[in-house]
């Protein structure tokens, strides 16, 4: 087992463990067995799908409900070209890389440096988070209340500590550091003011403009370990 398999693995179980939650609070808030889980099973963004069922539990419409999911899940179109340019998908891997691109399959793949070790990466958080997540719902769903309060259980703070995991190794020089830190503090300022799952968005946002007007190399792509197309064709 390589060590993006490895990686892989241990994140696609902290992050399925948590869909118990999710399972649990979509029947709490007045949907059937079956609307939970088409949810997991067509929506599949974690943040997304508890943003869905956060309106409904507020006395919110569908039609509310589905605009906030909506939002949340914006940031997967900015994954996929990511992805798209890292691992080059082609017929119907396409469109299986486009159904299990989320937070976790992104940044497993992000994280290694050799181009074999980005597709298992990113394959086995992908689809090992889409069976597990699913799978998870149904027990979540099942159980309901006889599970108790998620946090009890340390699955809200599983995923968190994954994810921390994959960017540690990341911090190797000062600016990297300074993009997290800063990124973190727009997070924690954001909570109290904005719903749910909208705080990352603003962080990535903080991200984004911090690279735009960054004074990167002209030649770095999506991805500091991931070569632009034109350089590589240009080597060859």
């Known amino acids: 087992m390589t060590p993006a398999t490895k990686i892989g693995a241990s994140i696609a179980v902290a992050t399925g463990l948590y869909a118990i939650s999710y399972g649990a609070l979509g029947v709490a808030a007045g949907l059937n067995l079956w609307q939970v889980m088409a949810l997991s099973l067509l929506m599949f963004t974690g943040g997304s799908q508890f943003a869905f069922i956060g309106v409904i539990a507020g006395g919110g419409s569908p039609g509310a409900a589905f605009g906030a999911a909506t939002l949340l899940g914006v940031r997967n179109a900015v994954y996929g070209m990511q992805i798209k340019a890292m691992l080059r998908p082609h017929g119907l891997k396409k469109l299986l890389a486009a159904q299990v691109t989320i937070d976790e399959s992104t940044a497993t793949a992000a994280g290694q440096s050799d181009p074999a070790e980005q597709k298992r990466g990113f394959w086995v958080a992908g689809i090992g988070v889409y069976v597990l997540w699913n799978i998870f719902t149904v027990a979540g769903a099942l159980l309901g209340d006889a599970l108790g309060d998620p946090k009890a259980w340390g699955l809200d703070g599983a995923a968190v500590a994954a994810f921390l995991g994959l960017l540690w190794p990341r911090l190797k020089s000062a600016e990297p550091v300074a993009i997290a830190t800063v990124c973190a503090l727009a997070t924690v300022l954001a909570i109290p003011l904005v719903p749910p799952g909208v705080p990352i968005l603003v962080a990535a946002l903080v991200a984004g403009v911090w690279g735009?007007?960054?004074?990167?190399?002209?030649?770095?792509?999506?991805?500091?370990?991931?070569?632009?197309?034109?350089?590589?064709?240009?080597?060859?």
């Open 212 to 236: 735009y007007f960054g004074r990167g190399p002209a030649t770095e792509g999506l991805e500091p370990d991931v070569e632009p197309r034109t350089t590589r064709e240009n080597s060859e």
